[in-house]
C-alpha cells in the first residue's frame, strides 16, 4: 500500500529581493520518519522549516499538502494546529516571562473569557519538565526565562514541542551551544519521538548527531535540494564524503 | 555560577517577589514624597481638602495612563492621546447638542472617535510599519488641528446636565469620594486583571520583549499592538467624557496638560521604555505621585512654576530608585 505524505511541498520558492533563498522545493515527509536536513550556511534550510511551520510565506505558486489536503493561508497558528511544532535556532522565547508562559506562549489554557488558566498551566509545566528528565531546585515554572542556563532555555523549547499532541516536531539546530552530555540527551529525545510515531525534521551542522539519527537525508545546497535519499547502509563516513563532494562542486 | 550558589541566589532574593518590585520601589517613592509634602507643610496635608482635590483629577491621568502602559508594554509608544481627548471630547459634545443631550449617542460617538484614532493608529504602526514614536507624533498634531477646524474655537457649555443622574453617576460623590475614584478603581482592577491573566496582556508582554517568539508561536503581534492603540483610543475617550461631565463645559485644548503628566505617571510606576515589562499598581502608584505633585506643590504655598522642577526631579530620582531598588534585590 502506498504511504501517504504527511506534508507534501511543491515547487516551494523562496526569495528575498532578487535573491533565491529556496528554489522548485519538492519535498515530502512520511509520519514516523526522521528526516536530517543539512546544507552549508545560507543553504536555505532555516528558511525551509520556516515554510513548513508557517512563520514565512512561500512565493505565489508553490503548494503546501498536509494529509493530502492543500492548504490555504499557511501561517503558524495554522501549522501548529495541524500538529507541527518547531523547535527554533534562535529557540523563540520571550525572555522576560515566566516559564510555563513560553511553554503555553499561543496556546494558552482559558476560560471562555480568555483569562488564562493559570494553575493548571504551572502543574502541566512541573509535569513536562519531569518527563523530559529537567529537574532542578534552582526554578520553578513561575522562573523568568531570562534566569536559565542555555541549555536550560533550550529544554524548554523543547517540552513546548511535546507538550501538545505533535505529528511533526522540527529542530533547527537544537543542539548548539549545548554541553556534550545535554546534546546526546537531544539525540535521545528525537530517537524517542520516533517511537513514539511522530514525524521529525532534524538540522544539524554536526554531520555526526545528523547521521546517528537520520532515516533519510535532503541535503541543500543554495536553495535547492541536491540530494533526497534514505540513510540505508550509508556510513557516517560516506554521508561526511558525500557532504564534502557536493561542497566542493557547488 | 553552581546550582548550590544559584540555589542560594533564588533563595535570598525575594526571587518570587521579581514582579512586584516596581510596585513596591513607586510605592516608597510615594510615602518618602508625602513624608517630605507633609514635613513641609502639615497643616496643608494632614488634612482631607488636598486629597479632595488630589482625588478629582487623579482619575483622569490614571484611566489615559492604564492604556499607556499596555502599548509601552509591547513596545510601542502613542503620544496622540492628548488629541484623541480632544477630538473625542468634541464628539461627545456635539452629539449631545445634536440629539438633546442624548448622553449615551454622546457616549458612543466619544468611543467610536476613539476606537478609530487607535485603528489608524495601529494600521501606520503594524501594517505600514512605521516609528511608533513619530507617527503618533504627527497623529497628535493632525489631530488637534482636525479638532480646531471643526470646532473653530467653540466653548461648549453642559450646565443642563448638572445635577443629573447620569453626571452624578460618573463625576457625583459617594460619601466624601469623588465617584469618578471608583470608575478608575473598577476600570484598573480590570484592566490589571487582563494584563497579568488574560490572554491578550500575555501577549502584550510578548510583543514587546521578543515578538519574533510571538509570531513563531502562532500569536498575531500586529492584531495584539493594534488592540493596544485602540485600548488607549478608548481609555482617552473616557477620559474626555470624564473631564467635560465635571467641568460641564467641553473647550478643543482640554487635551492639553495630558501628555508629560501621563508619560512621567507610566515611567515613574516603574514600566520601562523598553517594553516585555511593566505594572498596572505602579501606574496607579505613579499617577498619584504625579498629580500630587501638581496639586502639592501649589497648596505647599509654592507658586505654579516649581511644578515642572518637581516633575523633573520625580522623574529622575524615581528611575534612579527603580534601578537601585532592583539591581540591590537581585545581587
Known amino acids: 500500500m502506498k504511504r501517504e505524505p504527511l506534508v507534501k511541498l511543491v515547487n516551494i520558492q523562496k526569495s528575498f529581493g532578487r535573491v533565491y533563498a529556496l528554489e522548485q522545493i519538492n519535498l515530502e515527509l512520511y509520519p514516523g520518519e526522521i528526516v536530517s536536513l543539512v546544507g552549508d550556511n545560507g543553504a536555505g534550510k532555516s528558511t525551509l522549516t520556516k515554510i513548513i511551520s508557517g512563520t514565512e510565506k512561500p512565493d505565489a505558486g508553490g503548494q503546501i499538502f498536509f494529509d493530502g489536503v492543500e492548504v490555504k493561508g499557511w501561517n503558524a497558528a495554522k501549522a501548529r494546529s495541524h500538529g507541527i511544532e518547531t523547535v527554533h535556532q534562535s529557540r523563540a522565547l520571550s525572555e522576560q516571562q515566566s516559564i510555563f508562559a513560553n511553554v503555553f506562549l499561543g496556546r494558552e489554557l482559558t476560560n471562555k473569557f480568555g483569562f488564562v488558566q493559570r494553575k493548571k498551566e504551572v502543574e502541566e509545566t512541573e509535569k513536562l519538565m519531569r518527563r523530559i528528565g529537567y529537574t532542578s531546585k534552582v526554578w520553578t515554572p513561575n522562573s523568568s526565562v531570562n534566569k536559565l542556563s542555555g541549555g536550560e532555555r533550550q529544554g524548554v523549547a523543547i517540552s513546548r514541542a511535546i507538550l501538545f499532541e505533535s505529528r511533526l516536531v522540527m529542530l533547527d539546530e537544537p543542539t548548539t551551544a549545548m554541553a556534550l552530555s545535554e546534546a546526546g540527551e537531544v539525540i535521545d529525545f528525537i530517537k524517542d519521538l520516533k517511537n513514539q510515531g511522530k514525524s521529525v525534521i532534524f538540522i544539524s551542522h554536526n554531520p555526526w548527531d545528523a547521521h546517528s539519527v537520520a532515516d533519510r537525508f535532503v541535503i541543500l545546497d543554495r536553495g535547492r535540494i541536491v540530494f533526497d535519499g534514505p540513510k540505508g547502509d550509508m556510513t557516517p563516513e560516506d554521508f561526511i564524503a558525500k557532504l564534502h563532494n557536493f561542497a566542493k562542486n557547488s | ?331
Not at chain 2, 107 to 120: N, R
Open chain 2, 1 to 331: 555560577m553552581s546550582t548550590e550558589a544559584r540555589e542560594q541566589t533564588v533563595k535570598s532574593s525575594f526571587y518570587l517577589q521579581e514582579r512586584l518590585r516596581p510596585v513596591v520601589g513607586a510605592a516608597i517613592f510615594f510615602a518618602i514624597m508625602l513624608v517630605t509634602f507633609i514635613g513641609f507643610a502639615p497643616d496643608v496635608f494632614l488634612t482631607g481638602g488636598i486629597y479632595t482635590a488630589i482625588f478629582l483629577s487623579l482619575p483622569l491621568f490614571t484611566i489615559v495612563g492604564l492604556s499607556l502602559v499596555f502599548v509601552t508594554v509591547a513596545g510601542e509608544i502613542d503620544l496622540s492621546f492628548p488629541s484623541t481627548i480632544a477630538l473625542s471630547g468634541f464628539m461627545f459634545s456635539w452629539t449631545l447638542e445634536q440629539t438633546s443631550l442624548n448622553f449615551y449617542a454622546g457616549l458612543l460617538a466619544a468611543l467610536v472617535t476613539g476606537v478609530l484614532c487607535g485603528l489608524i493608529n495601529g494600521f501606520l504602526v503594524t501594517k505600514l510599519g512605521l516609528s511608533s514614536l513619530i507617527t503618533t507624533l504627527g497623529m497628535n498634531f493632525a489631530l488637534i488641528g482636525l479638532t480646531n477646524v471643526i470646532n473653530q474655537g467653540e466653548v461648549r457649555m453642559f450646565t443642563e446636565l448638572n445635577e443629573t443622574f447620569l453626571r452624578n453617576l460618573f463625576v457625583g460623590k459617594i460619601g466624601s469620594i469623588p465617584s469618578q475614584m471608583f470608575w478608575m478603581a473598577g476600570i484598573a482592577l480590570l484592566l490589571g486583571a487582563i494584563f497579568h491573566r488574560h490572554r491578550f496582556g500575555i501577549h502584550c508582554h510578548v510583543a514587546g520583549d521578543n515578538p519574533e517568539a510571538g509570531r513563531a508561536m502562532g500569536v498575531d503581534i500586529e492584531r495584539t499592538k493594534t488592540l493596544c492603540f485602540v485600548l488607549v483610543g478608548i481609555c482617552s475617550s473616557i477620559t474626555a467624557v470624564i473631564s467635560i461631565l465635571l467641568n460641564s463645559t467641553y473647550f478643543s485644548t482640554m487635551g492639553e496638560g495630558y501628555l508629560l503628566p501621563v508619560l512621567a505617571a507610566v515611567f515613574v510606576g516603574g514600566t520601562p521604555v523598553t517594553g516585555g515589562r511593566g505594572t498596572i499598581g505602579g501606574l496607579v502608584i505613579g499617577a498619584a505621585t504625579v498629580v500630587f505633585i501638581q496639586t502639592g506643590v501649589v497648596a505647599a504655598g509654592l507658586d505654579g512654576y516649581w511644578t515642572s522642577l518637581g516633575f523633573g526631579l520625580v522623574i529622575v530620582l524615581s528611575l534612579l530608585g527603580h534601578r537601585w531598588f532592583s539591581g540591590r534585590l537581585t545581587r
